[in-house]
């Protein structure tokens, strides 16, 4: 009997410790972050999932000073003639969320400045553009796969 006690005891404690891991945490403290993200995948996917991001992050924190840089292969999500994302792009754009095309990307793919979605904006380097963001306190995060 002692031992059935013991047993039910347990359980109804894991139970509860159960329940308890499935709340949801608290969004304090999510108005004060700076995120840079960083694209290097001319992956159309991964695109539309930057979108997504882009939304969930700014329903829950809209005023979160956002940068997506895009270097690379990652230059293609900028090229009009190759942005699968472009409505998208324009909203978030509206919204505050500032977009960079990496000037040593164009030069290197014979991308001209006039081919680039008129959202963005241009850095030289866009790896010195990431860096520095984060040396101001910026947080790093990576689109994609």
């Not at 230059?75 to 942005?83: E, G, H, Q, S």
């Amino acid at each position: 009997m002692k031992q059935l006690l013991v047993l039910l005891f347990v359980l109804s404690i894991a139970q509860l410790a159960g329940a308890q891991s499935h709340q949801t945490l608290s969004d304090e403290g999510y108005q004060d972050n700076k995120i840079v993200f960083q694209v290097v995948t001319q992956d159309t996917l991964a695109h539309k999932a930057l979108m997504k991001q882009l939304n969930n992050i700014r329903s829950v924190a809209p005023n979160t000073p956002i940068e997506v840089v895009c270097h690379g292969p990652g230059l293609y999500m900028l090229v009009k003639d190759r942005c699968v994302v472009q409505k998208q792009l324009k909203e978030q754009s509206a919204k505050g969320i500032v977009f960079v095309a990496c000037e040593f990307s164009l030069k290197e793919r014979n991308v001209a400045k006039d081919d680039i979605v008129a959202e963005a904006n241009f850095v030289r380097s866009g790896a010195l553009e990431i860096a520095t963001k984060q040396t101001k306190g910026w947080s790093y995060l990576k689109a994609g796969f």
